[in-house]
């Protein structure tokens, strides 16, 4: 029984003393005049929490044993619980000045990257642009007017829909290739 | 320059009333003509605005304006043969490597990361007494307890936590690294009677295919499994006669556009007639990614003066197209041309000039650096912006 206590109280044991007042009635949570939020259970005095019922003590009262899928969730939980979590980092000043270091050189490098996509899109938006004006001043071919090819290679006639993109087309770039990275006998 | 509602003015005026579909798709060609004019949507008169620039000066800008038809009779017999070539590319089937610096940062943020996370649950993946349970365990002890695979001799949870930089020169980020660490570990190390197997029993695990193939040692550029992390570009050869000399030029496939085509159709038929069917290729938009121009050669023009010798060897081979037609033109000793380029990709399959119309002899699968150094200069900078990054 007493190591089941101990099991309950260590969750508390970092948790601020707070002294035990001499009251009959109902102790009172520590008062946080200017918080609006809910005080945590492990936060709370012991008296608190016994009186209310919600001491793991009292609540552990028969003596049956567990499922053991209960046991699974409490072992989850205490996994999963603050103590068992890591504490956030805390750096030394030239720990934290190289890991800023890093963390810029990062940002730089991602940067460095994402404009030169940014680039090649315009370059090619350029090329683009460049050949359809020159197809909008072309006539021909033959006697066809001039803007004529143009206007039929804005058309867009099957370009959207199931079918626009072909399915193999929607293949992702892998690390490795495939064990045969080409099939060079395709026949249609 | 007409201004809009003058535009709109314009539109009125015309006094048949056809709509665009028909009058494009009309096959009584004198008719169509004059009525599609009446009925135009874009601005034209900026290109009979700028004036033709003088046979002295050629332009040797790309962008420049192209020579545009002022008489009726030249409008007759068009200065520029139109052209539709296909720009066939194989994307990129991997991804690029790793820079240093990326794999640096990489086992530096997973070493970080292990430090923060959660403790590995260890009886929420491996039930008790299980061979997987055993396996994990043998696993576990030799990577001195910390569940982590791939990031080497550190314990994110022990005394030395604080010590997660690796040291200058370290190969421990390299990916080469981290793929042993992970093909060792995929390695059974229990039988599946729990027996703990000794180490000539256990069967390794298939490798991953390498990222250099064969076709890449060989360097052999017909192939289409080489450079797997770049685009490949389909070059075709032309050979031409100069003075009884054959010399070679090599360009993307082209194919004149007949009347009635579209450049998408044209091109489809181009790719189809030279380099065969068995290709799973798809064009990816209607609309031209590049463009190049061949500038005409006017009477009395020497073409060796103020063109490369290389697009002089185009010339010559035109010139016998049209002599073998029997085409001739009244001021233009040698029609120019307007090649525009759409951009396709290719999915499976092999190109093949096997009995092609075009005269191609050889094609080659050439990334961007190879394609500078083997297309016609003038070719090379009129398609170079379309490329990829890698």
Not at chain 1, 43 to 65: E, F, H, I, T, V
Not at chain 2, 162 to 191: I, K, Q, Y
């Amino acid at each position: 029984m007493s190591s089941t206590l101990t099991t309950a109280l260590r969750g508390l044991r970092l948790t601020p003393f707070l002294p035990i007042r001499p009251s009959v009635t109902l102790p009172s949570i520590p008062s946080r005049p200017l918080s609006t939020t809910s005080v945590p259970l492990n936060k709370m005095s012991p008296q608190y929490l016994a009186a209310k019922g919600l001491n793991k003590k009292s609540k552990a009262k028969n003596n049956a044993p567990r499922q053991p899928n209960f046991i699974n969730m409490l072992r989850h939980l205490a996994v999963l619980s603050p103590r068992r979590i890591p504490a956030p980092l805390r750096m030394a000043r030239n720990r934290y000045l190289r890991h800023w270091t890093i963390h810029r050189a990062w940002l730089m490098y991602r940067r460095k990257e994402r404009e030169a996509r940014e680039k090649v899109w315009m370059r090619q938006y350029q090329s683009m642009n460049h050949a359809c004006e020159e197809l909008r001043l072309t006539s021909g071919p033959g006697s066809r007017d001039e803007g004529s090819l143009f206007r039929t290679a804005l058309e867009k006639w099957g370009v959207y829909g199931l079918k626009g993109v072909p399915i193999e087309y929607t293949r992702a770039q892998t690390e490795t290739p495939a064990r045969v990275a080409w099939n060079h006998d395709w026949k249609r | 320059m007409l201004s809009a509602p003058s535009r709109g003015a314009a539109l009125l005026r015309s006094s048949q009333r056809v709509c665009l579909q028909c009058a494009r798709t009309s096959t009584t060609i004198t008719r169509a003509a004059p009525l599609a004019a009446g009925r135009r949507y874009f601005a034209s008169a900026e290109a009979v605005a700028t004036p033709p620039p003088s046979s002295q000066t050629p332009p040797t800008q790309q962008q420049t304006r192209t020579k545009t038809a002022t008489s009726p009779q030249q409008s007759q017999s068009p200065a520029y043969r139109i052209k539709s070539g296909i720009i066939l590319t194989r994307p990129p089937l991997l991804t690029r490597e790793q820079t240093p610096f990326e794999s640096a940062f990489y086992l530096y943020q997973k070493r970080l990361n292990e430090r923060l996370t959660a403790p590995f649950r260890k009886d929420f993946y491996f039930k008790k007494d299980t061979a997987s349970d055993l396996d994990w365990k043998i696993k576990l002890k030799e990577r001195h307890g910390v569940p982590a695979k791939d990031i080497g001799r550190y314990n994110p949870r022990g005394r030395m936590a604080w010590n997660d930089e690796v040291l200058t020169g370290s190969t421990t980020s390299s990916p080469e690294n981290v793929l042993e660490a992970l093909l060792a570990d995929a390695e059974a190390r229990v039988s599946e009677d729990g027996e703990i197997m000794a180490p000539e029993e256990r069967v390794p695990v298939e490798r991953p295919v390498p990222r250099k193939t064969e076709a890449d040692e060989k360097n052999d550029v017909r192939r289409l499994d080489r450079a797997l992390d770049r685009t490949l570009y389909l070059v075709v050869k032309r050979e031409v006669e100069v003075g009884g000399k054959k010399e070679a030029i090599w360009g993307f496939p082209t194919g004149l556009v007949h009347t009635e085509e579209g450049l998408h159709e044209t091109t489809a038929r181009v790719l189809a007639e030279a380099a065969g069917v068995n290709m799973n290729t798809w064009i990816v938009g209607r609309v031209p990614v590049a463009h190049q121009i061949v500038q005409p050669i006017e009477k009395g023009e020497k073409p060796e003066e103020s063109k490369e010798k290389l697009f002089y060897l185009e010339y010559l081979k035109e010139q016998a197209d049209l002599k073998a037609r029997g085409v001739k033109s009244e001021q233009v000793e040698e029609r120019g041309e307007k090649i525009f380029y759409l951009k396709g990709r290719i999915m499976a399959g092999q190109a093949d000039l096997k009995g092609n119309k075009h005269g191609y002899t050889d094609f080659q699968w050439l990334t961007q650096e190879e394609l500078k150094e083997v297309l016609p200069e003038k070719t090379f900078k009129s398609v170079r912006n379309m490329f990829d990054l890698r």
